[in-house]
């Protein structure tokens, strides 16, 4: 599907897991919408859809967003959302240890149950209440570090780094070809007769790192913004 001006459209299944009340419905709403509601959010039933369309400097992805209930009686469900995804963004609420708890045995699920090429991206939401925050700095890190993840502490109350999250994980393919590739050309430069093996699933660092500086717009080049309901 051409996005216009020759950018092709790419196509990524994301399926949101996590502890219930964490926000991952508002995150998502927060992102295809641009709005918040201070009214409590209905509890999900079994899983929610929504997509949305954005461009980046030389593609334009289209999300396709499977947000899945946090309630323990729907997780049996859960292979049945995440066959065949592209990404999964597994979130917990900063406030919250219980809900990090959780959300570590979710990356160990996904990790065992699905395909090895998938994203796994890990967000702290409710960052909007870092005074009240009651899950340690330095284990997040170390899982994330541990397990490659694409991390950003996230608000969808505010907006903080909602789509900064969304685009850092449809920009990390990239980031680890454009490596990958690097290391090839290092190799060949060096005089090395083969080509060395790297892990693709590069530190989850390099590619939430470099969107830091992005803010919170989609101008990255884009030419075409749209959401589709």
Same mark, same amino acid.
């Given at each position: 599907?051409?996005?216009?001006?020759?950018?092709?459209?790419?196509?990524?299944?994301?399926?949101?897991?996590?502890?219930?009340?964490? $926000?991952?419905?508002?995150?998502?709403?927060?992102?295809?919408?641009?709005?918040?509601?201070?009214?409590?959010? #209905?509890? +999900?039933? $079994?899983?929610?859809?929504?997509? !949305?369309?954005?461009?980046?400097?030389?593609?334009?992805?289209?999300?396709? %967003?499977?947000?899945?209930?946090?309630?323990?009686?729907?997780?049996?469900?859960?292979?049945?959302?995440?066959?065949?995804?592209?990404?999964?963004?597994? &979130?917990? *609420?900063?406030?919250?240890?219980?809900?990090?708890?959780?959300? !570590?045995?979710?990356?160990?699920? @996904?990790?065992?149950?699905?395909?090895?090429?998938?994203?796994?991206? @890990?967000?702290?939401? !409710?960052?909007?209440?870092?005074?009240?925050?009651? &899950?340690?700095?330095?284990?997040?890190?170390?899982?994330?570090?541990?397990?490659?993840?694409?991390?950003?502490?996230?608000?969808?109350?505010?907006?903080?780094?909602?789509?900064?999250?969304?685009?850092? %994980?449809?920009?990390?393919?990239?980031? &680890? #070809?454009?490596?990958? !590739?690097? @290391?090839?050309?290092?190799?060949?430069?060096?005089?090395?007769?083969?080509?060395? +093996?790297?892990?693709?699933?590069?530190?989850?660092?390099?590619?939430? *790192?470099?969107? *830091?500086?992005? $803010?919170?717009?989609?101008?990255?080049?884009?030419?075409?913004?749209?959401?589709?309901?």
């Amino acid at each position: 599907m051409d996005g216009g001006s020759g950018c092709v459209t790419k196509k990524y299944k994301l399926v949101l897991f996590g502890d219930a009340a964490v $926000g991952k419905t508002s995150l998502v709403l927060q992102f295809v919408k641009g709005n918040f509601s201070n009214e409590p959010q #209905e509890a +999900t039933i $079994g899983v929610a859809f929504q997509s !949305k369309i954005v461009c980046l400097q030389d593609s334009t992805v289209k999300f396709e %967003i499977w947000d899945t209930a946090g309630s323990a009686r729907y997780q049996g469900l859960a292979p049945m959302y995440y066959r065949g995804a592209d990404a999964a963004l597994v &979130v917990f *609420d900063i406030t919250n240890e219980d809900s990090f708890t959780k959300a !570590k045995t979710w990356i160990c699920t @996904l990790q065992t149950q699905v395909k090895k090429s998938i994203i796994l991206a @890990l967000a702290g939401n !409710k960052s909007d209440l870092k005074y009240h925050k009651s &899950v340690d700095r330095q284990k997040i890190q170390e899982f994330v570090e541990e397990n490659d993840l694409v991390f950003m502490e996230t608000s969808a109350k505010s907006g903080n780094n909602v789509t900064n999250m969304f685009l850092s %994980i449809g920009k990390f393919p990239k980031l &680890v #070809e454009k490596e990958k !590739k690097a @290391l090839e050309d290092q190799a060949t430069s060096s005089g090395h007769n083969t080509t060395s +093996t790297t892990n693709t699933s590069t530190s989850a660092a390099v590619a939430a *790192d470099s969107l *830091d500086n992005e $803010g919170d717009d989609m101008s990255d080049g884009c030419c075409c913004c749209c959401v589709v309901l």
